[in-house]
T-cell receptor
Framework: AQSVAQPEDQVNVAEGNPLTVKCTYSVSGNPYLFWYVQYPNRGLQFLLKYITGDNLVKGSYGFEAEFNKSQTSFHLKKPSALVSDSALYFCAVILGDTGRRALTFGSGTRLQVQP | DAGVIQSPRHEVTEMGQEVTLRCKPI?????LFWYRQTMMRGLELLIYFNNNVPIDDSGMPEDRFSAKMPNASFSTLKIQPSEPRDSAVYFCASSRSGTGGAYEQYFGPGTRLTVT
């Protein structure tokens, strides 16, 4: 079985400050990891992914994430938050060793960036 | 590219009625996924297709739910009869899988279903 945990329901940060949204995963094999963002009344938008290679991956809108195998984590980061980053963020995993391609999502973290 | 297209965007129906949700995936994508989002259960997979063939329907709640993909550019999710607990946002997503596949899924805007 595979699962994803997002331990924080909400993260508050001031505009211009760095932000981190946490994600840990549990799979019995090689994980393919993803971050998505959801704005109100919208579908999910793909931000970035880790499949293999460099542990630090860069994605859209200045976001990046670091794959840490020993800590089974894939935290989302941005050096300087914008008010427009306020949204719901989802971490997701696919077990890479199988042919199964459906995403297992975390519960989501609401990011609130204050002006 | 127009992205994943879903219709209708909103559906309000009465308990017992049949509901059909529609999805057009991104051209060239060979995997299609139906997810449901609720406050209580979050985002959960209902079913997914690869090359128009259902691969995993373990998330389909019960026999009232059925999904089809008659061709590479169209899929439907049908609920018959509908119940109030089916109220949710239903998302369709597509991706390019297989050799050289990118794995990330692209989501449609969703259909907000309300069953009264």
């Amino acid at each position: 079985a595979q699962s994803v945990a997002q331990p924080e329901d909400q993260v508050n940060v001031a505009e211009g400050n760095p932000l981190t949204v946490k994600c840990t995963y549990s799979v019995s094999g090689n994980p393919y990891l993803f971050w998505y963002v959801q704005y109100p009344n919208r579908g999910l938008q793909f931000l970035l992914k880790y499949i293999t290679g460099d542990n630090l991956v860069k994605g859209s809108y200045g976001f990046e994430a670091e794959f840490n195998k020993s800590q089974t984590s894939f935290h989302l980061k941005k050096p300087s938050a914008l008010v427009s980053d306020s949204a719901l963020y989802f971490c997701a995993v696919i077990l890479g060793d199988t042919g199964r391609r459906a995403l297992t999502f975390g519960s989501g973290t609401r990011l609130q960036v204050q002006p | 590219d127009a992205g994943v297209i879903q219709s209708p965007r909103h559906e309000v129906t009465e308990m017992g009625q049949e509901v059909t949700l529609r999805c057009k995936p991104i051209s060239g994508h060979n995997s299609l996924f139906w997810y449901r989002q609720t406050m209580m259960r979050g985002l959960e997979l209902l079913i997914y297709f690869n090359n128009n063939v259902p691969i995993d329907d373990s998330g389909m709640p019960e026999d009232r739910f059925s999904a089809k993909m008659p061709n590479a550019s169209f899929s439907t999710l049908k609920i018959q009869p509908s119940e109030p607990r089916d109220s949710a946002v239903y998302f369709c997503a597509s991706s390019r899988s297989g050799t050289g596949g990118a794995y990330e899924q692209y989501f449609g805007p969703g259909t907000r279903l309300t069953v009264t």
